[in-house]
């Protein structure tokens, strides 16, 4: 986006294993009350794109404008558009000028064999969404949202799951980016600096390889 996060990076895997950052970390998220300006961070104009590895032999690409700025919308124009999946997505989060207290998503998409009436009848479940980060915080949790807002529809809840942040940069990523560079443009580096330094964007974490840890890597 053109705003000042400028890129953001996230990286996902089944039962909510996720890493992620944003390209500026400098700057200070303004609010709005109890809501972070995130359209501000993000920026009006943009565009997402999402590669899904589905087990095929090449991976799936998507692409879409920014829409507002609005991660909710934009996402949920991008599954619209790019994947023919109408959907609806609800992203907030109540912040009493300190922390953070409550945030999270609804993410709602009609599947094959859905019948009209239960669309209509969801969508009148979600005009009542009006401050979503609010709800989220009075409720303190999903269950509780779910019960009061889509208690007249038959729910089955498939599995739950802890989302936890977790790096895979110490699974020799590190060694992997040295070898890329190519043992003539390492050489050159440990000449001129005495070491290598790897830095992961996604947890901070930094890797140093000495001289010999170069050498060991290319012979």
Avoid: W
């Amino acid at each position: 986006g053109d705003g000042p996060f400028r890129r953001a990076v996230i990286a996902a895997r089944e039962r909510g294993v996720v890493k992620g950052y944003i390209e500026n970390t400098r700057m200070t998220l303004p609010n709005k009350g109890t809501k972070l300006d995130i359209e501000g961070a993000v920026g009006a104009k943009g565009r997402i794109s999402v590669i899904k590895d589905l087990g095929l032999k090449e991976p799936y690409t998507g692409n879409s404008e920014l829409v507002k700025g609005d991660i909710a919308s934009d996402f949920a124009v991008y599954f619209t558009l790019s994947e023919q999946k109408p959907s609806a997505i609800m992203i907030g989060e109540y912040y009493d000028g300190i922390s953070i207290l409550a945030c999270g998503g609804l993410f709602v998409q009609r599947l094959a064999g859905c019948d009209d009436f239960l669309i209509t009848a969801v969508q009148d479940a979600l005009e009542a969404f009006t401050d979503f980060g609010r709800i989220l915080y009075e409720h303190k949790d999903a269950d509780a949202v779910i019960k009061k807002y889509f208690g007249g529809f038959y729910i089955k809840k498939i599995a739950e799951y802890e989302p936890r942040f977790a790096c895979s940069c110490g699974d020799g990523r590190a060694e992997d980016i040295i070898r890329l560079i190519g043992k003539k443009e390492a050489g050159e580096i440990i000449e001129e600096i005495g070491k290598i330094e790897v830095r992961c964007d996604f947890c901070g974490k930094k890797h140093e390889y000495s001289k010999e840890d170069v050498y060991k890597l290319f012979n």
